[in-house]
C-alpha cells in the first residue's frame, strides 16, 4: 500500500477490510470507533486507537475495580497530585514533595532480558521527571523461575545487567527491592522498577496542552521501528513459544540520552520554559498527543513529517505506535521556543517543533500535506472500553486452602531446629542478595542513608535539616495465592512495616498488581479480592495510594502466575539521621520481639524450602496491631532507644536474627519463651526485633505499653555466634549455636552458586 | 582569607559531579562547576574530574570525554602543575589524555562491581594524599564497570620503582587490576587518578566511613599554604 490512507481515502472507501483483529481489537470495539468518527478509521487512526484502547493502556478490565483506591481513600491532605497523573505528588513537609511511581515490565524482560529490565527503568524515570521531580533513586522487585531452573540464569542475569547498566549509567543509586524465586515466575517473570522524584511543591509539571497556539515539541531520541506493536501486542498478549519471533519488538535503551534528557528537562523547568510536559513510554507519540490534548484545550495539529527519525521508511502508522525509548514532548508558549530549543542544543539533544495546540477538540495529524487523523482526543485517552469481567474463585482454591501446613513434620529437636535456622538462610528467596545488589551503584548523588539488605532504603533529601524519606517494596504471591484479598494487605502490611522500623511514618502507597489473563475468571476474581483487599487496608491505615500500575496476561499457556500485588509503601523522616538501621553492632543491647507471635505457616517460607509446599491460609492481617508497632518504631527511633530494628517477615524471627547478626557483625544470645519452632518460623505480621540501647528498656516498655505492642525480652546482642536457648521451669535451657561464620557462608554462598 | 576554589568538570554523563562538590565544600574549599564544552579554567586553584558515564562509555572510557574543549586548556595546565584528581570515569579521562600511564579495562568478572572496599595509601607525597599516613588503611566505596588497571611491563615497573601506586586494594582485588593498583599519580604529584570515590566516604551518615575526606582535605591544606 504505497498511496497514503487519508481521511478522504476512508471517506471514499468504507468498506475496506481493516487489521484490527490483528492489533488486537474485538469486533464492537472496532465498530465503536466507526460510530465515533462516523466512518471507517484510517490506518493511523486504527493505529492510535488499538493501542489506546489496549488493556496496557486503558485499564479496561481493571477500572471498575481500581475505582476502590479513590472511593475508599483515607482523609488526607498530603496529595499534591492524586491518581491519574503520570505519578503521584506527596507533600513530605518543608516545602518538598516527594513523587514516586513503580511499573511492569515482564514480558519484554523474558524475550530480552537485558534491555527490557534497561527500558523498565527507563520508562519510570522518564514518568518521575514529567512531573517536574529530579530522580533521585531506582528500586526494584524482580519475581524468576526457581534458582535451579535451566532458563533462570539467563533471565536473572540479563534483568540484573539491564536494571544496573541503565541505573547506574543515569547516576540514580538503586537502594532496595526484592528478588523472589518460584516456580509459578518460570516462563513469566517480573520485573517491577521504581523511581523516586523530589520537587519543590511550586514546581509540579502536568500532562496537559492548554493554550492555544502553543507549539508542541518532540524532544529526545530519534523515533525509529522499536517496540512497534509493542503495547498492543507485546504487553498484553499471552506468552507462548513462538514469542521469541517477536525479539524486535523489544525497545532498546540509551541511558546516555535519558541522563542528558534529566539534566535537560531540569534546566528547562528551572527556566519555566514548559505549559505542559509528558513522556512517550507505551504507544508513544499516540498516547502522548492524546493525552495531552484531552488534558488541555482539547485540540492539537501535528505534523508527522517533522518527528525526527532514526529509519526514514517508517510508516506514520509505525510512528505513531513507535515505543523508542528517550523521548519527551512538552507544550511551549512560541515566544519561549527559541530558549527552549537552545537548552535542548546545550546538551545536545535533538528537538522538533511538530505542531500546535488548537481549541477546535479535535486532533488532526497530517502526513505530507495529508490529513490521516481527524479524531476527538479523549475518545482515544480516556473514553476507551470498561469491561466488567465475569469472576469466580478459582477452582482449585477451596483444596487448597484445606491443604494446612499442619500435616508437615516440624523440626522437633534441637538439631533439627538448627539445621532448619540454617536452611532457610541458605535457601534462594532468604540468602543474601549481594550479587545483585552489588552490580548495581548504591552511592551515586550521595543522599543514600540506608539500601538493602536494610529493611528501606532511605535518603535524605535536605543537607540542612535532615529531612529524608523512607520506601519499602513488598509482594508475597504465595499468600496472595491462598488468599488474594488478604495477601494484597500482607504485602501493604510487610511494607509499611519495613518503612517504620527506620523510624519513618508511613505516608502514601503505590502499587504494581502483576495478575494473569482478565479474561480467566478465576484471576478475573483474585484481582477482584486484592484489589479490595489493599482499598480497605490503605483506608484502615490512613495512607493513600497515589497511582500505580497493573500487569496482565502473566502465565504460560492457561496457567497464571501467583497473584502478585506488589506494593511500596513512602515514609518520611523529620530528621533522617535518627534512622536506625538492622544490624546488630551495639554490644550489650537489649534484644526484644515486638508484637505477638501465633504459629502461622499456611504459605510460609518454612514450609516452601522445606516441602515445596503451599497450602492453608495466609498470617492472620492484624492492621490494628501494625499501625501500633509503627507508631513504637516511630517514636522510639526519633527518641533514640533503639540501636538496631528489623522487621520480621519471610523465614520469621529465625531470619530475621540471621538478617540482622550477619548485617552488624555481632552475635546474639536469646531465650525463647515458648514453642521454639513457633517462636522461630511463624510469620505472624506486626512483629519486628530491637535491640534497645542501655538505660531505655523501661522507657520502650511504656511506649509499648501505651501502644497495646505486646513485648517479649529475647536476650542480648554480642559474641561472634547466634546462641538460642529455651525457657523452662528450670531457667533457660541451651538448644543451639551457630557461628557467626557458618551462617555466613551458608547465607552467601547461594546466589553466586546459581547466578555466578 | 578567600577559601580555595576547586573546580569541577561535568561532561555529559557525568555522574558524581554534585558529590565531588559537596566533598569539596566540607573539606572546606569552594566548588566550582566547570562545563566541559568551555575553555575557560576560571581560574580555579585545583580540578577534580568526577565519576559517571562520560558519553555514555560507548566508546573506550573517558576516549570522547578527552577531546572536550575544556580538556584542552586542562592538559597544559596540569603539565603546568595544576593539581588534578581524577576519580573513576575521571582516572579513565585522564588516562586517555595521557596526563596519567596506562589504561582501564572492563572489570575482571564483567560486572558492575559496587563495594565497600579497603585500600591502602601508598603515597603521601601527592597533592591529594598529604593528609594521610604512608600505609595508612581506609575504606571507601568502589562502583564502576571499567576499573581493571592495565599498563605494559615497562610502565608498571617505572611506576613501582617511584612510588607512583599512591593506593592498593586489600582483601580483595575488586577488578583485577595489575599489582592491586587503586590509583596512580604522575611525576611530579600534582595529577592523581583513584577508581575508588572518596567523594562518597566524607560523611558518616552516608558513607561507609569519613575515610575519603582526607584527599579533599589534603588539596585544601596544600592551596591554604601555598
Known amino acids: 500500500m504505497s498511496q497514503v490512507d487519508s481521511v478522504s481515502v476512508a471517506l471514499q472507501t468504507p468498506g475496506q477490510p481493516q487489521p484490527y483483529k490483528e492489533l488486537g481489537m474485538q469486533d464492537d470495539e472496532y465498530q465503536r470507533v466507526r460510530e465515533i468518527l462516523g466512518r471507517r478509521p484510517t490506518s493511523a487512526e486504527l493505529a492510535i486507537y488499538s493501542v489506546m484502547w489496549s488493556e496496557h493502556c486503558s485499564y479496561k478490565s481493571s477500572k471498575v475495580h481500581l475505582r476502590q483506591f479513590a472511593d475508599k481513600a483515607p482523609q488526607t491532605d498530603i496529595l499534591l497530585v492524586g491518581m491519574g497523573e503520570n505519578a503521584g505528588v506527596v507533600d513530605v513537609g518543608q516545602g518538598w514533595a516527594v513523587t514516586f511511581k513503580v511499573e511492569s515490565h515482564n514480558h519484554p524482560s523474558y524475550v530480552e532480558p537485558y534491555q527490557g529490565a534497561a527500558t523498565g527503568v527507563g520508562g519510570i524515570v522518564r514518568d518521575i521527571i514529567s512531573m517536574g521531580a529530579r530522580p533521585v533513586a531506582v528500586m526494584d522487585s524482580l519475581r524468576f523461575g526457581p534458582a535451579d531452573a535451566p532458563d533462570t540464569r539467563r533471565v536473572l542475569d540479563g534483568v540484573v545487567r539491564g536494571i544496573g547498566g541503565y541505573g547506574n549509567s543515569l547516576g540514580l543509586p538503586n537502594i532496595g527491592g526484592e528478588v523472589v524465586f518460584d516456580k509459578s515466575y518460570a516462563a513469566n517473570p517480573l520485573v517491577n522498577a521504581l523511581c523516586i522524584g523530589v520537587l519543590r511543591h511550586e514546581d509540579i509539571k502536568l500532562a496537559a496542552a492548554p493554550g492555544p497556539g502553543n507549539k508542541v515539541i518532540l524532544f529526545g531520541a530519534g523515533t525509529g521501528p522499536d517496540g512497534i506493536g509493542g503495547a498492543s501486542v507485546l504487553a498484553s498478549a499471552t506468552f507462548e513459544e513462538e514469542s521469541h519471533k517477536k525479539r524486535p519488538a523489544v525497545q532498546v535503551g540509551d541511558p546516555f540520552m535519558e541522563k542528558l534528557l534529566i539534566e535537560c528537562c531540569l534546566e528547562l523547568y528551572r527556566e519555566d520554559l514548559v505549559v505542559g510536559i509528558q513522556d512517550l513510554g507505551a504507544a508513544g507519540v499516540s498516547c502522548a498527543t492524546t493525552e495531552l490534548a484531552a488534558a488541555g484545550t482539547g485540540g492539537m495539529i501535528v505534523d508527522l513529517n517533522a518527528v525526527p527519525l532514526r529509519d526514514a521508511t517508517l510508516r506514520p502508522e509505525e510512528i505513531l505506535m513507535s515505543e523508542s525509548q528517550e523521548r519527551m514532548m512538552a507544550v511551549v508558549t512560541p515566544a519561549l521556543v527559541p530558549r527552549f530549543l537552545e537548552i535542548c542544543a546545550k546538551w545536545e539533544i535533538p528537538a522538533s517543533v511538530i505542531g500546535e495546540v488548537t481549541d477546535t477538540g479535535r486532533l488532526i495529524m497530517t502526513w505530507h500535506g495529508e490529513v490521516i487523523v481527524d479524531l476527538p482526543p479523549r475518545t482515544a485517552a480516556h473514553d476507551g472500553p470498561v469491561y466488567s469481567r465475569p469472576m469466580s474463585p478459582p477452582p482449585e482454591l477451596a483444596a487448597l486452602q484445606a491443604d494446612s501446613p499442619g500435616r508437615l513434620h516440624r523440626p522437633s529437636n534441637a538439631d533439627e531446629l538448627r539445621r532448619t535456622v540454617l536452611w532457610l538462610a541458605a535457601s534462594p528467596n532468604l540468602a543474601s542478595k549481594e550479587w545483585v545488589t552489588s552490580q548495581y551503584d548504591r552511592y551515586v548523588l550521595g543522599n543514600t542513608v540506608l539500601a538493602m539488605p536494610e529493611d528501606s532504603g532511605v535518603l535524605r533529601l535536605d543537607d540542612e535539616t535532615g529531612l529524608g524519606i523512607a520506601l519499602s517494596l513488598d509482594g508475597n504471591g504465595r499468600y496472595a495465592k491462598l488468599e488474594p484479598y488478604a495477601g494484597a494487605q500482607l504485602a501493604l502490611s510487610e511494607a509499611y512495616r519495613n518503612v517504620a522500623v527506620t523510624g519513618a511514618r508511613p505516608l502514601a502507597v503505590t502499587n504494581c498488581l502483576n495478575f494473569g489473563s482478565p479474561e480467566d475468571p478465576g484471576v478475573m476474581w483474585e484481582f477482584a479480592r486484592a484489589v479490595e483487599g489493599l482499598a480497605d487496608a490503605c483506608l484502615a491505615l490512613g495512607v493513600p495510594v497515589t497511582g500505580g500500575n497493573v500487569s496482565f496476561y502473566n502465565q504460560t499457556g492457561s496457567t497464571p502466575i501467583n497473584p502478585t500485588p506488589v506494593i511500596g509503601v513512602l515514609g518520611v523522616h523529620d530528621d533522617v539521621r535518627r534512622r536506625v538501621s538492622m544490624a546488630f553492632a551495639a554490644e550489650g543491647t537489649t534484644l526484644l520481639l515486638l508484637g505477638e507471635t501465633r504459629g502461622e505457616f499456611g504459605g510460609s517460607e518454612w514450609a516452601h524450602v522445606v516441602y515445596g509446599q503451599l497450602g492453608g491460609l495466609p498470617p492472620m492481617v492484624d492492621l490494628r496491631a501494625e499501625a501500633a508497632l509503627a507508631s513504637v518504631m516511630v517514636t522510639g527511633c526519633y527518641e533514640g532507644f533503639f540501636a538496631a530494628a528489623h522487621d520480621l517477615s519471610d523465614g520469621g524471627l529465625s531470619q530475621a536474627l540471621v538478617e540482622s547478626c550477619l548485617r552488624g557483625g555481632l552475635g546474639c544470645q536469646v531465650t525463647l519463651p515458648g514453642d521454639p519452632f513457633a517462636m522461630l518460623f511463624s510469620e505472624s505480621v506486626a512483629r519486628a526485633v530491637v535491640a534497645v540501647r542501655p538505660g531505655f528498656e523501661g522507657h520502650v516498655a511504656a511506649l509499648c505499653e501505651q501502644a497495646g505492642t505486646p513485648v517479649t525480652r529475647l536476650g542480648m546482642v554480642g559474641g561472634d555466634s547466634l546462641n538460642v536457648a529455651l525457657q523452662t521451669a528450670e531457667g533457660a535451657q541451651p538448644l543451639f549455636s551457630i557461628p557467626l561464620q557458618e551462617l555466613r557462608e551458608a547465607h552467601e554462598q547461594t546466589l553466586p552458586r546459581y547466578a555466578g | ?226
Open chain 2, 1 to 226: 582569607m578567600s577559601p580555595a576554589r576547586v573546580g569541577v568538570i561535568t561532561f555529559p554523563g557525568s555522574l558524581d559531579d554534585r558529590d565531588a562538590a559537596r566533598a569539596v565544600r566540607i573539606a572546606g574549599a569552594e566548588p566550582v562547576p566547570l562545563w566541559h564544552a568551555d575553555h575557560d579554567l576560571q581560574g580555579v586553584d585545583a580540578v577534580v574530574l568526577p565519576g559517571g558515564f562520560s558519553y555514555g562509555d560507548y566508546l573506550r572510557a573517558g576516549a570522547i570525554a578527552r577531546f572536550a574543549p575544556l580538556m584542552a586548556e586542562l592538559v597544559p595546565a596540569a603539565h603546568a602543575g595544576l593539581p588534578v584528581l581524577g576519580i573513576c570515569n575521571g582516572f579513565q579521562v585522564l588516562c586517555e589524555s595521557h596526563l596519567l600511564p596506562g589504561a582501564l579495562l572492563p572489570n575482571a568478572g564483567l560486572h558492575f562491581v559496587c563495594r565497600d572496599q579497603r585500600l591502602r595509601i601508598d603515597n603521601v607525597a601527592t597533592a591529594w594524599t598529604s593528609e594521610y599516613a604512608k600505609g595508612q588503611e581506609v575504606v571507601v566505596p568502589i562502583k564502576n564497570m571499567d576499573g581493571c588497571f592495565t599498563a605494559d611491563a615497562a610502565t608498571l615497573a617505572e611506576l613501582e620503582s617511584s612510588g607512583r601506586v599512591v593506593a592498593r586494594y586489600l582483601d580483595v582485588n575488586p577488578n583485577g587490576s595489575l599489582g592491586d593498583i587503586a590509583g596512580i599519580t604522575n611525576e611530579a604529584g600534582n595529577v592523581v587518578g583513584l577508581m575508588p570515590h572518596p567523594e562518597h566516604a566524607v560523611e558518616s551518615l552516608t558513607g561507609p566511613t569519613t575515610d575519603g575526606l582526607g584527599f579533599f582535605t589534603s588539596i585544601v591544606k596544600r592551596l591554604v599554604n601555598a
